[in-house]
């Protein structure tokens, strides 16, 4: 009876302990799941987002990251039922080889259905043919280097390229200062800035300016003095320089502290509020060319300005812009597709792309999938980017 009464005993105690270990591997089970539940007839879409988000670029990162947040809670609340977008954000802090690694875990690991991203048009001739060989659509929402949509089919972008607004803002500068000979300063060891210096020679060469000089640094230079000392001695009419926002910033601060005082023309990468930041009142009159300006009274174009600066306190950018516009486009491309998970055709509908009215302008796809747009030439009037007139 003993021996029964024991046995049973047992029994309950093994009952109660797989009780408790059952729920405990159902709760566990429920707090992995976190973040990706979707109401019944609500797909998930995974995406990816690789940004230049720490280190000495790490602006650009952050003003894509909150436009694509933003865009994020405004889909998920208009497609509540229908469609759920889920970002995973991968921090390249710049470099390759990070965003290599963060690309294969998100196409392979995280299973995502597209990639946003990266920052930089050298990472993303580092990235494309990855994801092109997973047949995994990547979106580029700040890569402006010649040749990025050449990488592969499934390589997109809806960043004007250097080679559109480049000439944009040169062409305007040029008209109002009168400008007949130049010099160039430019990132030797950037995609992107290369890229950008070979539009503005080109594109000089085409006006007719004489070129007087051509200097280069390396990302990561903080002193200029010798480049400029020599540009300033063959007695440009202006200067054009093509770099991220941080070197590109103490160029111009340099050249204006030596006394060169002549109307200077950037590239893509100036388009950032960092620039006033580090270069103060010298960077007063610097002229770019842009996609995005806040100032434009397009009404969807106010609503996002007056939602961004809600949110986050601040006037969005134009890498937050195009950020915003990119999820929005790849959410409209998914919800046509009718299924959240199916690269191929995403990939097909991306590739369709027509007169899409985003914040940075109507945009269509040509046949190699790049951007047909205008760009806004701005310049930095009392710290500010305003329409160059």
């Known amino acids: 009876m003993r ?41 998930v879409a995974k995406i990816g987002y690789i940004g230049f988000m720490s280190g000495s670029g790490a602006a650009y990162g952050e003003a894509q990251k909150k436009g694509l947040e933003l865009a994020q809670a405004e889909l998920n609340e208009a ?52 994801a ?16 990025i949509n050449d990488i592969g089919k499934y390589v997109f972008r809806n960043s004007l390229p250097e080679s559109v607004a480049i000439p944009a803002a040169m062409d305007a500068a040029v008209k109002k200062h009168g400008i007949k000979k130049a010099a160039f300063i430019y990132a030797k060891n950037d995609d992107f800035s290369v890229s950008g210096f070979k539009t503005m020679k080109a ?13 280069t640094f390396s990302n990561g230079d903080v002193d200029f003095s010798a480049q400029l000392t020599k540009i300033k001695a063959t007695n440009p009419d202006a200067l054009f320089v093509s770099a991220l926002y941080k070197e590109g910033s103490l160029v111009v601060k340099k050249a204006r502290e ?46 996002f300005v007056k939602n961004f600066e809600a949110k986050y306190g601040k006037k969005p950018d134009q890498f937050a812009a195009q950020a915003y516009d990119g999820l929005y486009i790849i959410a409209q491309s998914l919800l046509k597709t009718g299924n959240a998970n ?32 205008v760009p806004v030439v701005v310049t930095i009037k009392d710290g500010k980017f305003v329409p160059f007139e």
């Open 342 to 373: 199916d690269r191929n055709a995403l990939r097909d509908e991306l590739a369709k792309l027509k007169d899409f009215n985003g914040v940075s302008g109507k945009l269509s796809f040509d046949e190699k999938r790049n951007p047909i747009g």
């Open 79 to 130: 497609n509540k039922g229908k469609l759920k977008i889920e970002l995973i954000a991968e921090d390249s802090a710049g470099k390759k080889e990070s965003a290599i690694n963060a690309a294969n875990k998100l196409i392979n690991q995280d299973k995502v259905v597209a990639i946003i991203g990266p920052t930089l048009s050298g990472e993303m001739f580092a990235v494309g043919p990855i």
């Open 3 to 43: 021996h029964v009464k024991f046995m049973g005993a047992v029994l309950s105690a093994l009952l109660s302990v797989s009780l408790i270990a059952g729920c405990g591997a159902k709760q566990a089970s429920t707090d992995s799941g976190a973040g990706t539940s979707a109401s019944k007839g609500e797909q």
């Open 258 to 303: 030596i006394g060169l005082n002549v109307p200077i023309i950037g590239g893509n990468g100036f388009n950032n509020p960092q620039v006033v930041e580090i270069a103060g009142k010298t960077a007063e009159g610097l002229v770019v060319a842009t996609p995005f300006s806040p100032d434009k009274k397009e009404e969807n174009v106010q609503k």
């Open 203 to 215: 594109t000089a060469e085409k006006m007719g300016l004489q070129n007087l000089g051509e200097e």
């Open 132 to 147: 092109n060989e997973a047949e995994t659509p990547i979106f580029g929402i700040s890569n402006t280097a010649e040749g």
